[in-house]
């Protein structure tokens, strides 16, 4: 009878702690995308549209986007960019400041080219708001040439018209 | 009358052992990675516990009396991309846990350190959350950073 008890004792001793244990482990992956910064390079910095000698039969000067201003925009291969531009509007006001002229404005409107190569090879014409992919044949390098056309009316006060253009790209 | 003694015997058994004999009594649901998005080279970044980036597990235990609960953790200290690696970094002020599932009250601990909640009662879930820091890094590659988190919860 002694022997059972003491057997009896022993074994919820031996239960007890046994089922004191219980262990799980969970796991969870870290994802972090690490990603190279975009950059943009002014590689040709100026649009000129020249001197033009007003002509009434003339009334839109053209300058094709591959002889105009390029960047080189350098950003992490693979990642969509998009690129936002506005139409401008050029002014003499300080030409016709100095001169004593009449004042004129001349809308702007862009042309953008994009390409693979400095050369503008194979360029694709992009709109406002474009998404383009930076692509990883290239290590993310992109060519974006600036274009585009002035109208000029036939009572275009003269003068040297200048303005500035903004071209915006973010991932 | 001995009969009778290993009846009882059975029936003890069959109760203390029922808790280690059930496949499972501990249940942890991972509900979140830790994911840091996008981060650019050479910039530091920063993912608090309250942050809903932050990794997030929920467990709770069935055994049937309360229980001193030990949370432990294998924590990665660089993270690779299989070409360069970065550090990163787990810290008490990133690390909470809490038994309701609010950004409010909840109660940090070390990480690196085993850590103990007491006193749970069967099935009563709790919230654990990790954060952590990844430091500015220059002149590593670009590209998909990964490592694990292995959280153990034991009794």
Same mark, same amino acid.
């Given at each position: 009878m002694k022997l059972i008890t003491v057997k009896i004792l022993f074994l919820i001793l031996i239960c007890g702690s046994l089922s004191a244990q219980s262990r799980v482990n969970a796991s969870v992956p870290i994802h972090i995308s690490l990603v190279k910064g975009l950059?943009?390079?002014?590689?040709?910095?100026? &649009?000129?549209? /020249?001197? $033009? $000698?007003q002509n009434p039969a003339i009334s839109k000067?053209?300058?094709?986007?591959k002889d105009g201003i390029l960047f080189e925009v350098a950003g992490n291969p693979g990642k969509n960019i998009t690129i936002n531009y506005s139409a401008t509007q050029l002014t003499n006001s300080k030409w016709a400041h100095n001169f004593g002229s009449q004042q004129g404005n001349i809308d702007f409107i862009p042309s953008i080219m994009i390409s693979s190569t400095t050369e503008m090879n194979n360029p694709l014409q992009i709109s406002n708001g474009s998404v383009v992919n930076l692509s990883k044949e290239n290590d993310g390098k992109l060519f974006v040439s600036i274009g585009g056309d002035i109208n000029i009316a036939s009572s275009q006060p003269a003068g040297d018209y &200048? /303005?500035?253009f903004s071209l915006t790209v973010t991932y | 009358m001995n009969k009778l003694f290993f009846c009882i015997l059975f029936s003890i058994l069959i109760l203390l052992l029922s808790d280690s004999l059930s496949a499972q009594n501990i249940y942890i649901t991972k509900l979140n990675d830790l994911n840091f998005g996008d981060v650019f080279i050479g910039y530091s970044k920063d993912i608090p516990h309250t942050d809903i980036n932050a990794s997030k597990f929920r467990f709770y235990h069935t055994a049937t009396s309360r229980k001193i609960i030990y949370l432990s953790f294998i924590l990665p200290s660089r993270l690779s991309n299989g070409l360069d690696q970065i550090p990163i970094t787990f810290d008490q002020n990133h690390t909470a846990w809490s038994y309701k599932d609010k950004t409010s009250g909840r109660t940090n601990f070390n990480p690196y350190s085993k850590f103990s909640i007491k006193n749970v009662r069967s099935n009563r879930m709790v919230y654990i959350w990790l954060g952590a820091n990844l430091p500015a890094m220059a002149g590593v590659s670009y590209g998909l950073y990964e490592g694990t988190i292995i959280l153990t919860v034991e009794y």
């Open positions: 950059s943009m390079n002014l590689l040709r910095s100026s &649009l000129d549209f /020249g001197e $033009i $000698i000067i053209s300058k094709n986007a &200048l /303005g500035n | -």
